[in-house]
Structures are given as C-alpha cells and as structure tokens.
C-alpha cells in the first residue's frame, strides 16, 4: 500500500486527511505496517488546526491522525519518494531520508495506491517488472489525462474526473477548510464499514 498526500498547505487539508483515514482502514483490515508507505508533508495536525494533534475526515469528526506512522514527510516528500518506495523499492536510494520504507514488491505482488492533490494534465509512468497488479486511485482535477499515455501493463486506475474537469471538496460547512472530497470520501466511508473480502473493485463501482 502506497499513501500520497503531496499538498502541504491549510487550504489542502482534505488531502493529508484523506491519507491518514485511509491508513487508518488499511491497517484495520489487516495490512501490517511493513507493507504501508505513507508520503505525507504532516504539518496540519498542528500549524493553523483549532484541534492540535486531531485530524478529522469526515461528518463524524472521529480522529485519523493518532497513530498514523509517516514515512518520508516535510523535505523529504519529493516525486523520487514517491516513486521509490512504491514503484522502486529502491531501500539503497531511501537511506537516510525519512524512514527508509520501501515496498519490496515482486512479480507476484499487488499494489494499492492512493494519491491525493491537485492536478494538472501529464504522465504516470510505471516500471513492468516490480509487481503483478496495481489498483491505482488518483483525487485530483484532471486526474484522467495521465490514462490516456499509461504503458500496456497491468494497472486499474479509477479517478475523479476527466481530463478537463475538476474535482469537489465537501463537508466543509462548520469550518474554514475543507475536509474531504466527494470521490475519496465515497469509498474511504465504503471501505470503513465493509467486508472488503467480499466486495470486489467491479460491485463497488457498477
């Protein structure tokens, strides 16, 4: 599991809330945290927040920030420490910078990653020959211009909007920032309360 919020502004709240709601689910589920990167700047649990050390996701206000273990974070949250761990998993290029983490992931693997921030049209690139699957989720604006230039492998993307349209923040109507969006918030609230063993990519979305 791959978790990226690459923000690091108060405006973007929604982003490292979504990341850190999501690890919160993966490691409920099971995941150990050997195999969870998270990439996150982590400076809105404190800088600006009305609630110190409380990050909050959702209509509920429950906390999802307590215990959520970063891995590269601040100067270290660079495109290479995204990739690196996820993609690479390159433990030689990661030392000394954050914790090191690396998804040490093989043909055999599958890889869930999640990224989170704001958008413009480009390219994802993906090596072929560190993994079988991946399920790739993107919340961004014009998260769908990179799909239409991804490599002939083994990648389902799902994201939020076409190459042209935005994304939408919501549940912000009782503070100054906005924390969560529409589409992440749709399957991260799914995700918390089903089986995931019995619910497949194909019955959440058709």
């Excluded at 979504?18 to 996150?40: A, D, F, L, S």
């Excluded at 891995?71 to 998993?89: A, E, Q």
């Excluded at 990224?115 to 480009?122: E, K, L, S, V, Y």
Aim: hydrophobic residues 30%; aromatic residues 12%; negative net charge.
């Amino acid at each position: 599991v791959v978790l990226v919020a690459s923000s690091n502004d108060w405006n973007n709240y929604r982003h490292q809330a979504e990341v850190c709601h999501t690890y919160q689910i993966v490691k409920k589920k099971g995941i150990p945290k050997e195999q969870i990167v998270v990439v996150m700047y982590d400076n809105i649990a404190d800088n600006e927040n009305p609630t110190k050390e409380i990050i909050i996701n959702h209509t509920s206000r429950k906390d999802v920030y307590a215990g959520v273990l970063k891995d590269y974070t601040n100067k270290f949250l660079t495109p290479d420490n995204f990739l690196t761990p996820g993609l690479r998993g390159d433990t030689e290029a990661e030392k000394g910078k954050g914790s090191g983490e690396v998804i040490k992931s093989r043909l055999k693997n599958h890889i869930f990653m999640y990224f989170t921030n704001h958008w413009a049209p480009g390219l994802l690139a993906f090596p072929s020959d560190k993994y079988k699957k991946i399920v790739l989720y993107i919340e961004a604006c014009e998260s769908g211009s990179p799909m239409n230039h991804l490599p002939n492998i083994d990648v389902y993307p799902t994201i939020v909007a076409n190459p042209h349209k935005s994304s939408y923040a919501c549940y912000g109507e009782k503070q100054d920032t906005y924390p969560c969006y529409l589409y992440s918030i749709s399957w991260i609230e799914d995700s918390d309360v089903e089986d995931l063993s019995k619910e497949t990519l194909h019955s959440f979305y058709w």
